[in-house]
T-cell receptor, first 111, second 112 residues
Framework: QKEVEQNSGPLSVPEGAIASLNCTYSDRVSQSFFWYRQYSGKSPELIMSIYSNGDKEDGRFTAQLNKASQYVSLLIRDSQPSDSATYLCAPSKGGGNKLTFGTGTQLKVEL | DAGITQSPRHKVTETGTPVTLRCHQTENHRYMYWYRQDPGHGLRLIHYSYGVKDTDKGEVSDGYSVSRSKTEDFLLTLESATSSQTSVYFC???????????FGQGTRLTVV
């Protein structure tokens, strides 16, 4: 079992729709959770961080965390073509913030 | 912009040669990391550093060494490059109370 599981996609959504990206993790000691966006040929860009159970909203992005279920998700509202990228889920075990990455979900927002 | 610069950005080298990649930061952060990214594997931690001369191994450290003699520089050395080390290498730093991590532009290394 991989430490971090993400559906590789591609996940295709129409412009203006809500994109829902999911991630499960196996290590219960994970304390902090991060979502990165990576455009093709570019470096990962931090878009959301979440540290406690529940929802965290930032603009069009909402991160959801359920530590009991070892599940974290990212919702993107009003999806735009510029949101087309690979989204990486990364739990951290704390103590220096060593991240374990999933392989990412490719999102395609279609006109 | 987290003030991270990686050099070189691209490099082609021959099997068996040593290679050093440099990561430079301008903001005096304590934690620095080297990751590699390969299709099907995602980003994997190679080595990390908690401060000057304080380094430790990550998930895929075999064939790699690191050094940190100054806070601002974290060097990754491939002691004898192999084709399996062809990859994109990313440096990262932790900011904001050592929680959030930000990445450099990456170095594309090809070993032929």
């Amino acid at each position: 079992q991989k430490e971090v599981e993400q559906n590789s996609g591609p996940l295709s959504v129409p412009e203006g729709a809500i994109a829902s990206l999911n991630c499960t993790y196996s290590d219960r000691v994970s304390q902090s959770f991060f979502w990165y966006r990576q455009y093709s040929g570019k470096s990962p860009e931090l878009i959301m961080s979440i540290y406690s159970n529940g929802d965290k909203e930032d603009g069009r992005f909402t991160a959801q965390l359920n530590k009991a279920s070892q599940y974290v998700s990212l919702l993107i509202r009003d999806s735009q073509p510029s949101d087309s990228a690979t989204y990486l889920c990364a739990p951290s075990k704390g103590g220096g913030n060593k991240l374990t990455f999933g392989t990412g979900t490719q999102l395609k927002v279609e006109l | 912009d987290a003030g991270i610069t990686q050099s070189p950005r691209h490099k082609v080298t021959e099997t068996g040669t040593p290679v050093t990649l440099r990561c430079h930061q301008t903001e005096n952060h304590r934690y620095m990391y080297w990751y590699r990214q390969d299709p099907g594997h995602g980003l994997r931690l190679i080595h990390y550093s908690y401060g000057v001369k304080d380094t430790d191994k990550g998930e895929v450290s075999d064939g790699y060494s690191v050094s940190r003699s100054k806070t601002e520089d974290f060097l990754l050395t491939l002691e004898s490059a192999t084709s399996s080390q062809t990859s994109v290498y990313f440096c990262a730093i932790s900011t904001r109370g050592e929680t959030e991590a930000f990445f450099g532009q990456g170095t594309r290394l090809t070993v032929v």
